[in-house]
Structures are given as C-alpha cells and as structure tokens.
C-alpha cells in the first residue's frame, strides 16, 4: 500500500523560503518518478517539480524554475521541495506524486501519475 504524506506548508511573505516535504511509504522515491504539483482555487493542478524514474535528472516548470529546487533522501525514503523568492503566484495547495512505471513523456501530466498525496497549503501573502 502506498502512501504520501506531505508536511512543510503555511504562510508566508513574499520573498520568503519554505521547505516542503513528502514521506513515501509502499514506495521508492529513489527508483520511482518523484514530483509536485501545486493547485490553485478555480485552476487545475499544475506541473511543479519531479525526479525522472531511476534517474537524478529534475525537471521544473518554468514558473519555478531557479526559485524553486526538488531533492529526495533515499535513507529517509522522503522527497522535498525547496521554495525561495516566493511570490503570491505560488500560493496553492501543493500534492506529492510517485509513479514507479512513469514514462518520460508523462511527467509533466498529473492525471498520468498513480500516487498522491493528500496535499498541504502554502499560502504567500503580506
């Protein structure tokens, strides 16, 4: 059984940092396609971040891209997201994904990935 537990969200300024985490269980996050996607009220979940299967490769979105930087801990079996020079455009719930038969080609394609997690709020105001 898999399962993905984000942790990390909250509020902050714009301008400011925060690190998001994902716990994998039932999972590889070494071995699997690892990612996040984010969605904002009234829009639909868009392409973040991820690691391509087996492979140190990332990929960004280019909203995030040189702001935003994706790793995982393969001893914690734990995926994160580091958030900087946030803008009040990054504010969204923010959901973890793994897929341990991803293909390339799907990556950026969230009805594509089989795992998800429940989601957590980051929200940039002043």
């Known amino acids: 059984q898999v399962q993905l537990v984000e942790s990390g969200g909250g509020l902050v300024e714009p301008g400011g940092s925060l690190r998001l985490s994902c716990a994998a269980s039932g999972v590889s996050v070494s071995s699997s396609a690892v990612g996040w996607f984010r969605q904002a009220p009234g829009k639909e979940r868009e392409f973040v971040a991820a690691f391509k299967r087996s492979a140190s490769t990332t990929y960004y979105s280019d909203s995030v891209r040189g702001r935003f930087v994706i790793s995982r801990d393969s001893a914690k079996n734990t995926m994160y997201l580091q958030m900087n020079s946030l803008k009040f455009d990054d504010t969204a719930v923010y959901y973890c994904?793994?897929?341990?038969?991803?293909?390339?080609?799907?990556?950026?394609?969230?009805?594509?990935?089989?795992?998800w997690g429940l989601g957590t709020q980051v929200t940039v105001s002043s």
């Open positions: 994904a793994a897929d341990p038969r991803l293909i390339l080609s799907s990556i950026r394609v969230a009805r594509d990935w089989d795992y």
